[in-house]
């Protein structure tokens, strides 16, 4: 900043966040925080990170309280002033923990993010036609691996699939469905459904799925988990292969449960005159956030604790050295925080916005936090 005006000591600190807060990237507010220690202080003490998490997130706003585990050797606290000051404390640690979770949002790789199945709402043949079937991807010769859902004189009788996730705190993006084209039935009939919608969230209780065996339908899923998403409701085709239903933007699963709400019914079997719904794979794309973070859910208030492991190991992009992956160059950032200033300037009246618009149109790379 030699040479430059500190926008911060110039304007009011209720300004300087409105400001900040047009920073999207987490990898952005890292720039801020490098440009000084006032300015750290500043994105601390303000709590951008978790305001950043939260945007992205507003499943967050459930969050009681962060932690920290496995911290080796406790760091002095921060003086303020002339004393020790637990409540910064406080901020500095939301803020370690709300920037790993903005850097593990934005920079990961996906995965099938699928466990086990847990339950369906109705199963027509068990176990030959069981929701566990819906895992497996591979074509099987001489055998049609499905579920099937119980046959209905009404075709707007709904049917609902819940799978446990990999870990009880991920990002999901996209869930895949290919319905189930039944070739050994005349006419090779696609008993899909007209559409889906997901939810995401966590058992009311530990104890609530218990031993309960795939067979079992559960007594009520409303009454068994706590949704914390629900998603717009998406067309299905009528087509036997993999369709991609992407959501709105990425979302976070806390609690690890994924319900799969097949609405409405197209095909009749000819045998029955009957409604079904089939499906042969289900895919969940996204990313486990464990071991670096993890969830504990407080009962019964349904918040839950936020939790960082500081031994957990932090999933970069493939190809990409940990230390590589935090690199911006010095170019990049002082760039942006010449934006930034100018970004004041245009406040106070005191330049001109084509500028900013030039800066705007150039091409950028992305570099990872």
């Not at 300015?39 to 969050?63: E, H, T, Y």
């Not at 446990?164 to 990002?171: D, G, I, N, P």
Request: with cysteine; hydrophobic share 35%.
């Amino acid at each position: 900043m030699e040479g430059g005006m500190d926008f911060l000591n110039c304007l009011d600190p209720d300004m300087s966040v409105q400001i900040l807060m047009y920073l999207k990237d987490p990898s952005d507010l890292v720039c801020v925080s490098s440009v000084s220690r006032s300015w750290r202080d500043f994105v601390i003490a303000n709590g951008l990170f978790k305001q950043l998490c939260l945007r992205m997130f507003p499943q967050l706003s459930r969050v009681a309280h962060v932690m920290e585990l496995n911290k080796c050797g406790a760091k002095e606290p921060v003086e303020v002033g002339s004393s020790y000051s637990m409540e910064w404390e406080s901020l500095a640690r939301d803020h370690r923990v709300y920037a790993t979770l903005a850097r593990l949002c934005t920079s990961f790789h996906v995965e099938d993010c699928i466990s086990k199945a847990i339950s369906a709402s109705s199963t027509d043949n068990y176990p030959d036609e069981s929701i566990e079937n819906t895992l497996q991807s591979a074509d099987i010769p001489q055998r049609a691996l499905y579920w099937s859902s119980k046959g209905q004189k009404n075709p707007a009788v709904p049917e609902t699939l819940i799978y446990k996730l990999k870990s009880e705190f991920c990002v999901i993006t996209e869930i895949n469905i290919c319905p189930f084209e039944a070739y050994f039935q005349p006419g090779s009939p696609i008993y899909s459904a007209k559409s889906v919608r997901f939810r995401m969230g966590h058992p009311k209780s530990p104890n609530d799925l218990g031993c309960r065996l795939l067979g079992d339908p559960l007594p009520s899923a409303d009454d068994t988990f706590i949704w914390t998403y629900t998603s717009p409701e998406f067309p299905m085709a009528q087509k036997s292969c993999l369709q991609k239903f992407r959501l709105p933007e990425p979302v976070l699963c806390i609690g690890g449960i994924l319900q799969i709400e097949l609405l409405g019914r197209v095909q009749t079997q000819e045998v029955d005159g009957l409604f079904y719904i089939c499906m042969s794979y289900v895919q969940v794309v996204g990313h486990s956030l464990s071991p670096a973070l993890c969830v504990e859910i407080l009962e019964p208030s349904g918040t839950f604790v936020l939790k960082k492991d500081m031994q957990g190991k932090f999933h970069t992009h493939p190809g990409l050295p940990e230390k590589k992956a935090r690199e911006i160059p010095n170019d990049q950032w002082l760039r942006r925080i010449r934006y930034l200033q100018h970004f004041v300037d245009i406040l106070q009246g005191n330049a001109n916005v084509v500028e900013i618009e030039e800066y705007e149109s150039g091409e950028e790379e992305d570099y990872p936090l």
